[in-house]
């Protein structure tokens, strides 16, 4: 514990000294500005095993883009220039229980090599962030990853994100996983013997681990692994509304979700005031005068409570490896559930000093593959050892 306490530390000290360097080192093409570093795995010994055997990237020194100095600039990079690898998916809508539609965008891989059998060819379900969908560039990503290695995916877009139609005024949010369980139920039932993994990005990673461990060990899935997730939602407000980060991110993300809201508006309106929702300035106002209402929480305070995933982990059953970095203004590192990890035998997290949120970006010209692309690579892949890992 000492250790790892004293790697945190050096992680946050480090990344304190690179935000205190001047513009013109900044600038000056120095590439050991960012140095590299071997990411700090809290876990189970018998899970550290099993990793560094089996996802060995967890082992190597990560060498972020010398240039993309601090979270900010990774995330603003990642938007910005990520790669976008071309993915042909087939849409299919389905019904909810209470009569609205979820959009999911299947890959079948039906030329799949290592899988040929499609009625046991493993499914990887993945679960984009707060704004996302199946088109973006980290979702196209895992998707081509996941198929390159003989995979079927099916990309779970939330309410009213995917290019459908909200049926009903119920969009989504973190801490309601009623959607998650109608699409792994309907997944299971197209292929009762294909084994099931998760893979959550921020948001979707929320959703993820709450399910997880609602379900426990009926959650019809063999694995799971998120990408940034945001273990506070508190804190991970707190962090978004320093200036600087409202300005970067915030108050995109809030014009993303003001456009989700008016392109639904005729059939929100029934249940909460539209123009009144269209003039939050930040993701809590928005979260205050929408999700709570519309989720029936008393107060964006309970809501943001039952949202976070951070002390739920004690009851989830099957593996799970989180990945984050220090410097992601979206998930700071003081709500990193360290102490309640080290405690459980299924639930890793590996943790960098840089990666930004989503970003986790290499090499000079950062469009390719990343480590977080590496990492979801080498976990997914070896599922057959991982259902039996948890005894």
């Given at each position: 514990?000492?250790?790892?306490?004293?790697?945190?530390?050096?992680?946050?000290?480090?990344?304190?000294?690179?935000?205190?360097?001047?513009?013109?080192?900044?600038?000056?093409?120095?590439?050991?500005?960012?140095?590299?570093?071997?990411?700090?795995?809290?876990?189970?010994?018998?899970?550290?095993?099993?990793?560094?055997?089996?996802?060995?990237?967890?082992?190597?020194?990560?060498?972020?883009?010398?240039?993309?100095?601090?979270?900010?600039?990774?995330?603003?990079?990642?938007?910005?220039?990520?790669?976008?690898?071309?993915?042909?998916?087939?849409?299919?809508?389905?019904?909810?229980?209470?009569?609205?539609?979820?959009?999911?965008?299947?890959?079948?891989?039906?030329?799949?090599?290592?899988?040929?059998?499609?009625?046991?060819?493993?499914?990887?379900?993945?679960?984009?962030?707060?704004?996302?969908?199946?088109?973006?560039?980290?979702?196209?990503?895992?998707?081509?990853?996941?198929?390159?290695?003989?995979?079927?995916?099916?990309?779970?877009?939330?309410?009213?994100?995917?290019?459908?139609?909200?049926?009903?005024?119920?969009?989504?949010?973190?801490?309601?996983?009623?959607?998650?369980?109608?699409?792994?139920?309907?997944?299971?039932?197209?292929?009762?013997?294909?084994?099931?993994?998760?893979?959550?990005?921020?948001?979707?990673?929320?959703?993820?681990?709450?399910?997880?461990?609602?379900?426990?060990?009926?959650?019809?899935?063999?694995?799971?692994?998120?990408?940034?997730?945001?273990?506070?939602?508190?804190?991970?407000?707190?962090?978004?509304?320093?200036?600087?980060?409202?300005?970067?991110?915030?108050?995109?993300?809030?014009?993303?979700?003001?456009?989700?809201?008016?392109?639904?508006?005729?059939?929100?309106?029934?249940?909460?005031?539209?123009?009144?929702?269209?003039?939050?300035?930040?993701?809590?106002?928005?979260?205050?005068?929408?999700?709570?209402?519309?989720?029936?929480?008393?107060?964006?305070?309970?809501?943001?409570?039952?949202?976070?995933?951070?002390?739920?982990?004690?009851?989830?059953a099957v593996p799970i490896l989180?990945?984050?970095?220090?410097?992601?203004?979206?998930?700071?590192?003081?709500?990193?559930?360290?102490?309640?990890?080290?405690?459980?035998?299924?639930?890793?997290?590996?943790?960098?000093?840089?990666?930004?949120?989503?970003?986790?970006?290499?090499?000079?010209?950062?469009?390719?593959?990343?480590?977080?692309?590496?990492?979801?690579?080498?976990?997914?892949?070896?599922?057959?050892a991982l259902t039996g890992f948890?005894?």
């Amino acid at each position: 514990l000492m250790t790892l306490t004293l790697k945190l530390e050096l992680l946050s000290n480090q990344e304190l000294r690179y935000e205190s360097v001047s513009t013109c080192a900044f600038i000056t093409p120095s590439f050991g500005l960012v140095s590299s570093q071997t990411p700090a795995l809290v876990c189970s010994e018998a899970f550290s095993a099993f990793l560094y055997k089996h996802c060995p990237v967890v082992a190597e020194r990560f060498s972020p883009t010398p240039w993309c100095w601090g979270g900010r600039l990774q995330t603003l990079v990642c938007a910005i220039l990520k790669s976008r690898p071309p993915v042909s998916y087939r849409n299919e809508l389905i019904r909810t229980v209470d009569g609205g539609q979820i959009s999911l965008d299947w890959v079948d891989n039906q030329a799949s090599v290592t899988y040929p059998d499609s009625s046991t060819r493993p499914t990887v379900l993945i679960l984009p962030g707060i704004t996302g969908n199946s088109q973006q560039s980290y979702v196209l990503h895992a998707v081509s990853q996941a198929a390159r290695h003989g995979y079927r995916c099916v990309v779970f877009n939330n309410r009213g994100l995917g290019g459908e139609e909200l049926l009903t005024p119920v969009t989504y949010c973190a801490a309601n996983t009623s959607d998650l369980e109608r699409v792994v139920q309907h997944v299971k039932g197209l292929y009762p013997s294909a084994p099931v993994l998760g893979a959550g990005v921020s948001l979707g990673g929320m959703v993820l681990l709450n399910y997880l461990a609602r379900k426990r060990a009926e959650s019809g899935m063999v694995a799971g692994i998120t990408i940034s997730v945001p273990w506070d939602a508190h804190k991970s407000c707190y962090s978004m509304e320093e200036p600087l980060n409202w300005l970067l991110f915030n108050k995109h993300i809030t014009r993303c979700l003001h456009r989700a809201v008016t392109r639904h508006r005729k059939i929100l309106e029934k249940v909460v005031d539209v123009d009144y929702v269209l003039k939050a300035r930040s993701i809590r106002e928005f979260d205050e005068r929408f999700t709570s209402l519309v989720f029936g929480y008393k107060s964006c305070t309970d809501y943001y409570h039952d949202a976070s995933p951070d002390k739920k982990l004690p009851s989830t059953a099957v593996p799970i490896l989180c990945l984050n970095a220090a410097d992601d203004p979206f998930s700071p590192q003081n709500a990193f559930p360290v102490n309640i990890v080290q405690e459980l035998p299924n639930v890793a997290l590996v943790l960098t000093a840089h990666g930004g949120h989503i970003a986790f970006l290499q090499g000079l010209f950062p469009r390719g593959e990343s480590y977080m692309e590496r990492l979801f690579g080498q976990f997914v892949v070896f599922y057959s050892a991982l259902t039996g890992f948890v005894s």
